[in-house]
């Protein structure tokens, strides 16, 4: 198991960036995929975007296609998110995730390290 710490979060117009962060503690992170999550009030947490324990491939959920970056630093223990050209709908807390093994999958139940969140907040 790995232990995550999020940061990065905050508050954002619309259209704006936000850089997350997910510090891992342990020296196999390179061995865990990794992903993001993120989860509104009254909703279930779903998928955002996920990357190979190598980093050689990404995955990204449809509604944040081509605007969020994946991408992870094996050297620091740290995997990114960065967020651009943000939305309303983006708001959420956000989550990152560790599956043990090279390669991710969308299914929260797939992971078995998480973080405490970081929450997100995009104002229109």
């Known amino acids: 198991q790995v232990q995550l710490v999020e940061s990065g979060g905050g508050l954002v117009q619309a259209g704006g960036s936000l850089r997350l962060s997910c510090a891992a503690s342990g020296r196999t992170f390179s061995s865990y995929a990794m992903g993001w999550f993120r989860q509104a009030p009254g909703k279930e947490r779903e998928f955002v975007a996920a990357?190979?324990?190598?980093?050689?491939?990404?995955d990204y959920a449809d509604s944040v296609k081509g605007r969020f970056t994946i991408s992870r630093d094996n050297a620091e223990n740290t995997v990114y998110l960065q967020m651009n050209s943000l939305k309303p709908e983006d708001t959420a807390e956000y989550y990152c995730a560790a599956r043990y093994g090279s390669l991710y999958t969308r299914n929260t139940a797939d992971y078995g390290s998480w973080g405490q969140g970081t929450q997100v907040t995009v104002s229109s």
């Open positions: 990357v190979t324990s190598r980093g050689t491939y990404a």
